[in-house]
């Protein structure tokens, strides 16, 4: 019985080896978003790794707990010589600040744990990146776990304005403050260069995935011994990972729950994106090494409701989708 199973399961690699062309040998096998566990030989990267990522879900609640400090603002705004309702806003923005400076804090944690992880993936271990995320799936699990976290957090922050207004009426107020020679105790919070850094990161649309993507390219710059398809197949064979696994009913099926399937999506859009910023033509290029097509059918085969942010995702925070070289059915596959 072993010896048969051994024998099916060779003719059915040798089978998907033949059946497939060298433009579309798309990796094939069951990436266990659920429960992969860690290996001896990950151990040490994955420890590193959920150490920041245990803290993810806490900054996703305060994130969407964020109300800001809105109406103390504007009303002292509004009356400038009322000493008591300046005390009232300065007073309500200085914890808020203190919360952005902590997601900020956590960008620089999380951009540290992606170069763990992508100097594990894309190292001589293995042969190719198939390899790499089929045999240390723990590894790949926390990889789609950190583009889960990414995509969460920008949404998050792209519907809530009272981030950036906040953060403004806290450093306008600092410097008039410093102006006049007024002691701030929030100072002691964030300092003038460390605010500048925060500012600039919340300017972005998308700042957590403007670190990943920076964080990549860094990465790339920093190993200049190591060919930039290593890291950017990574993503690619990542993207085709998501997009097999969804469209493939014995695969899907075994997801436990229809949370699997939204985590999947999302991890599929988020190394889409990422892969977009670091590749040097992106991914809707004709030589992308991602089935662009295939992804957004898949997205377009879910319930509507549940994809039109991952659409949205797709059609306005990707860089080269409106290049000329884009190829014109997928542009019109995302109008």
């Known amino acids: 019985m072993f010896f048969a199973s051994v024998y099916l399961r060779n003719m059915g690699n040798l089978l998907k080896v033949l059946t497939c062309t060298d433009l579309e040998q798309e990796p094939n096998f069951f990436l266990d978003f659920e429960n992969a566990q860690p290996t001896d030989a990950e151990r040490e990267v994955w420890e590193q790794v959920d150490t920041v990522l245990k803290d993810a879900k806490g900054i996703l609640d305060e994130l969407q707990a964020y109300k800001g400090a809105g109406q103390e603002i504007r009303e002292a705004i509004q ?4 000493e008591a309702l300046q005390e009232q806003a300065w007073a309500a923005v200085g914890p808020l600040v203190g919360k952005l400076k902590k997601f900020y804090e956590f960008s620089q944690r999380l951009e540290a744990a992606l170069h763990s992880l992508l100097g594990a993936l894309t190292s001589e271990t293995y042969d190719d990146p198939t390899q790499h ?6 590894l790949a699990k926390q990889f789609a776990e950190i583009l889960h976290f990414t995509l969460r957090f920008d949404e998050l922050k792209m519907t809530n304005p009272a981030i950036q207004n906040d953060f403004s009426y806290y450093r306008r107020t600092l410097s008039r403050m410093r102006i006049n020679n007024v002691p701030a105790e929030a100072e002691n919070e964030v300092n003038n260069e460390l605010a ?5 990161f919340y300017a972005d649309a998308t700042p957590m995935l403007k670190t990943l993507s920076d964080g990549t390219t860094k990465f ?6 190591l060919p930039i398809e290593n890291t950017t197949d990574v993503l690619s064979t990542m993207a085709s990972i998501c997009k097999v696994m969804l469209e493939t ?3 899907r099926s075994r997801f436990s729950s229809e949370e ?3 985590f999947c999506l999302r991890v599929m859009v988020g190394v889409i994106i990422l892969y977009d910023y670091v590749h040097p033509v992106g991914a ?9 097509k295939g992804c957004i059918k898949v997205l377009k085969d879910q319930p509507p409701n549940s994809v039109e942010g991952l659409l949205n995702a797709l059609r306005y925070t990707t860089k080269h989708l409106n290049d000329e070289s884009t190829n014109k059915t997928i542009k019109s596959m995302l109008q």
Do not use: C, H, W
């Open 79 to 82: 009356n400038p010589n009322d």
């Open 133 to 138: 995320l089929e045999r240390e799936q723990a």
């Open 196 to 200: 500048n850094r925060i500012s600039l």
């Open 220 to 225: 790339v710059s920093e190993n200049k011994n």
């Open 249 to 251: 009913p014995e695969y």
């Open 260 to 262: 699997t399937v939204s």
């Open 284 to 292: 809707f290029a004709k030589s992308s090494k991602i089935d662009m």
